[in-house]
């Protein structure tokens, strides 16, 4: 998200505060794997903190999912789409009952989307 935020990796680390060239993001990034020890590299705490601090974040704010508040465009409808197209078809199928009980009028009569979906 940040990365999006800021256009590149290179913004990024100049919004940060690290040299523009830094590789430290693009090795997290692409799961770089660190030559000698073969493991990847990580973004732990104290660089998650720092970048936080650095960018005026919440501390913690690189701990937690994002949600649709957090999206560069700020599109809740986008959101939702994404969340759908990432579940299993039965999940997929309990959520569209779920909005359409949602979108219904607290008293039972036909709302804005109706009883069948159709959105007419």
Do not use: C, F
């Not at 999006?4 to 997290?28: M, P």
């Not at 409808?77 to 009028?105: F, G």
Request: proline share 5%; charged share 20%; glycine share 10%.
């Amino acid at each position: 998200m940040l990365k999006e935020k800021y256009g590149t990796v290179s913004a990024l680390n100049v919004a940060i505060g690290w040299e523009s060239t830094s590789a430290r993001l693009s090795q997290i990034l692409n799961g770089s794997v660190r030559s000698g020890r073969g493991t990847p590299y990580e973004m732990g705490d104290s660089t998650a903190r720092l970048i936080e601090e650095k960018l005026q974040l919440q501390t913690g704010w690189m701990d937690t999912p994002p949600g649709y508040t957090d999206s560069a465009t700020n599109n809740q409808i986008a959101h939702v789409v994404k969340l759908l197209e990432a579940m299993p078809q039965w999940q997929r199928e309990q959520a569209v009952k779920i909005v359409d009980a949602l979108a219904q009028p607290a008293n039972g009569t036909t709302g804005a989307i109706g009883p069948t979906g159709s959105g007419k």
